[in-house]
């Protein structure tokens, strides 16, 4: 049995110690948000934190996650107030397609937490998370919006 603490709750799977975090966070949790994009941790759509840092969830196997706070874009806002990255996608019309957005925002959600005021170099190398919309430039100002705030 692996025990995991997501989004503050506690679950007991009876995943392999082997098996990436994405597919126990989806399959075992039960929470989809946390997409499968590329399964090499190059796409980004995967993004979980653990303990507050930025992780590429198919990368990791759920074994060394145990005993770990991970937080998924399920668990990012405060009830029912969204997180303020999750509001400026909203604000700045993000999304389009949608599928890498919850990856991208837990992305940008711990640059923020680490680096309040980003600078262009810092969201160049730090957000490497593929958008095949190309939504690249809203990030940027979504990302600059909040860090006026």
Not at 89 to 108: E, R, S, T
Request: charged share 20%.
């Amino acid at each position: 049995m692996i025990k995991l603490t997501v989004n503050g709750k506690t679950y007991e799977t009876d995943a392999e110690p082997d098996t990436p975090l994405l597919w126990v966070i989806r399959e075992q949790v039960g929470l989809t948000g946390t997409k499968y994009g590329c399964g090499i941790a190059q796409c980004g759509s995967c993004t979980v934190h653990i303990d507050g840092a930025a992780v590429r969830s198919c990368a990791i196997p759920a074994s060394a996650a145990a005993g770990k706070k991970i937080t998924t874009i399920e668990g990012l806002a405060s009830g029912e107030v969204l997180h303020k990255v999750q509001q400026a996608w909203l604000d700045h019309d993000v999304p389009q397609c949608g599928y890498c957005q919850a990856g991208m925002i837990m992305a940008v959600a711990a640059l923020l937490k680490d680096k309040p005021k980003p600078t262009d170099a810092d969201i160049d190398a730090t957000i490497t998370n593929i958008c095949r919309c190309g939504t690249f430039q809203q990030v940027r100002e979504a990302i600059h919006a909040v860090a006026k705030a």
